[in-house]
């Protein structure tokens, strides 16, 4: 079997456009613009990388941008005290705290200070808690998560009743996208770096979601066949051949991979393009539950 590749760049664009259009119409009516704050702290290279493709993407939607950037020393104080004039401030839909804080700062605290209404990010604890609990929905999911269920059923995956492997508990993916799944009605196992008989697991899995962070961990004959695979990892891998010096690489072997799933998505334009579509998705929403 040679598997469909599914394409995530195609996809977030689709919801860019449909996110563009109904924050015009949300104007036309006489709506806000929605707007979307960004709080950069510290130089973390690839952390200034994402956010300024997010406020390209803003840009393009008809969205606002509001950014602030900290130094890596700022205090906790600082922080929450940003945020807490961005939840004042009526211009101001969603608040995207870039991940990771420089360390010494408490994370969860200023997740806890976003107002969960402008919580885009699905971060705030109160978020997350309601994402676990039965019959319980959250305002807002996280972005990478809600992008790779959107791709899946997308790429046709029944996911009730499914057997779901995640590999990877972080708290920006694997664990909410393991969540996500229960949601869903998949029965869910989560797998991580203390594992054992990793590779048997996965091949139980009709759904396989890699977000570990090793490249081309997950080989062919570890996937199912037939098998969903969504590809989450982005790895750079040394390769003379190209000009910067490496490429990219998922955490599954996608050639081998490609041969025994019915699906599965590239690295890159997979995963990757999916997270800034729901962030804008989630913005335009925000402003949305925030008229009258
Ligand atoms: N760092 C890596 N991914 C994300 C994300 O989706 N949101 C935030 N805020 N930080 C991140």
């Known amino acids: 079997m040679t598997a469909a590749i599914i394409d995530g760049k195609q996809v977030a664009e689709e919801i860019r456009e449909g996110v563009a259009k109904a924050v015009e119409k949300m104007v036309a009516e006489g709506g806000p613009r929605p707007g979307l704050a960004t709080v950069l702290v510290g130089d973390n290279p690839a952390s200034h990388t994402y956010v300024r493709m997010k406020r390209k993407a803003c840009a393009e939607a008809g969205i606002e941008s509001i950014h602030h950037e900290l130094p890596a ?57 309601r994402l676990a609990q039965k019959g319980r929905d959250p305002l807002f999911v996280p972005c990478t998560p809600a992008g790779c269920i959107k791709l899946l059923k997308k790429a046709g995956a029944k996911l009730e009743g499914a057997k779901a492997v995640v590999l990877g508990r972080s708290n920006i993916v694997g664990m909410p996208a393991a969540l996500l799944l229960v949601k869903e009605n998949a029965t869910v ?104």
């Open 73 to 129: 020393d700022a205090t906790q104080e600082k922080v929450e005290g940003l945020v807490r004039e961005l939840n004042k401030d009526p211009k101001v839909h969603g608040i995207l705290v870039q991940l990771p804080l420089p360390a010494g700062l408490d994370e969860e605290a200023v997740l806890r200070a976003i107002d969960i209404e402008k919580d885009v990010d699905g971060f705030h604890p109160i978020n997350i808690g």
């Open 189 to 292: 196992t989560i797998c991580h770096s203390r594992t054992k008989n990793l590779a048997e697991t996965c091949r139980e899995a009709d759904v396989l979601i890699a977000a570990i962070g090793r490249a081309e961990m997950v080989r062919g004959d570890w996937v199912k066949p037939g098998a969903y695979v969504i590809d989450v990892g982005i790895n750079r891998v040394d390769d003379d051949t190209k000009k910067r010096g490496y490429r990219l690489v998922g955490d599954v072997a996608f050639e081998e991979a490609k041969e025994v799933a019915a699906a599965i998505t590239p690295v890159p334009g997979g995963v990757g393009p999916m997270t800034i579509a729901m962030l804008l998705d989630a913005t335009q929403r925000a402003a949305q539950r925030a008229m009258p």
